[in-house]
């Protein structure tokens, strides 16, 4: 038996329990094979195996009754030592583990500074957790779900099982020394309060949060959210690029390399969007450079996509845009310009 299988808890009580479902069968089966009664014979069996010495209920008077008894003395006394001896480390090594991994955890978190806070572990925190640790961005999760928090613990990722809307647990996060805290929850009261209770905590404290309806964008940016991302929202551009220009769509965010290339835009502060120029945006009629001295800097053109399928790279700043064209823009900030022309808001931007 490997030393690795004898480490198991687990293992070792389940195999205790196999062991003495088996011998206990195997002594019945013997007592009732020489003509006890089913219930007499797991009677004697029982109190055997468990050495209780009640006294037989038939007397044990043959040479194959002692030799049952015999066995079934050595086999059930030395299975419940070792069941025992199983169950107490399964209880011991199931609660040490408990101890020391949360105050280790906390130690760790303990010494952390600069670092992200994750509130919620569904499937956009999980997402957000595996992209920021991917980038050695150091986060914490806080999660009140117990399965949640067993598959954040199990992919490596520092957290606290705690109610995120707790000030006290984002206290222990380390909200005070934490950069920025992303609150992705998917219950729009949760991240509109956990919000106003981080931003009172660290007023320098960038805060993303999620918005499931539109109509709460505005109370977390009131509560003091610095971004506010709208999953369906942002679900909508995207579908919309995909039918709208395919080919380029699936050149910019498809390749591994083109992700890899935005991440690294993002690393720098900028980001790269396609908007559509409306009938009725400003922007129809305007030249590329007017385009970019009404950004002020903010952003530059990098493409236009005319609505027949010609693709202009590197457009020249006499270039016109059309309705219905599509324009990659790639910029720092910018939003309110943006949102001038093309009545576009910014992915995961705060339009003011």
Known sequence: MSSRFMASPIRNLALGVVYMLVVMAVAVAAYVAVGWRFGDALYMVIITVYTVGYGETIPIDTPLLR??????????CTGMIYLTGALVQFITVDRLNSIFGTNRMNTQIDRL???????????????????????????????????????????????????????????????????????????????VFITLSARSLNPGL??????????????????????????????????????????TAALIRGSVQMREFERNLLAL????????????????????????????????????????????????KDLVIEPGDGVFVLGRGGAQALSDLFGHRPRGGRVP
């Open 67 to 76: 030799a049952i008894t015999i066995t079934t003395i050595v086999l059930g």
């Open 113 to 191: 500074s600069n670092h992200v806070i994750i509130c919620g572990f569904g499937r956009l925190g999980a997402m957000l957790a595996q992209e920021l640790s991917a980038a050695d961005v150091p986060i914490v999760v806080l999660e009140k779900s117990e399965t949640a928090i067993e598959l954040a613990r199990d992919l490596g990722h520092l957290c606290i099982h705690t109610d995120a809307t707790d000030e006290e647990a984002l206290r222990a996060a380390g909200i005070l020394r934490a950069r920025t805290l992303a609150t992705v929850l998917s219950n729009d009261a949760a991240n």
């Open 206 to 247: 960038e805060i993303i949060a999620r918005g499931e309806l539109p109509s709460t964008e505005s109370k977390l940016l009131q509560a003091g959210a610095n971004k506010v991302v709208l999953p369906a929202h942002i679900g909508a551009e995207r579908i919309a690029e995909l039918i709208l220009y395919s080919k």
């Open 269 to 316: 502060g900028l980001d790269m969007e396609i908007v559509v120029a409306a009938p009725e945006s400003p922007v129809v009629g305007m030249t590329v450079d007017m385009i970019e001295h009404h950004g002020e800097g903010g952003f530059l053109v990098i493409q236009v996509n005319r609505k027949t399928g010609e693709a202009i790279a590197r457009p020249g």
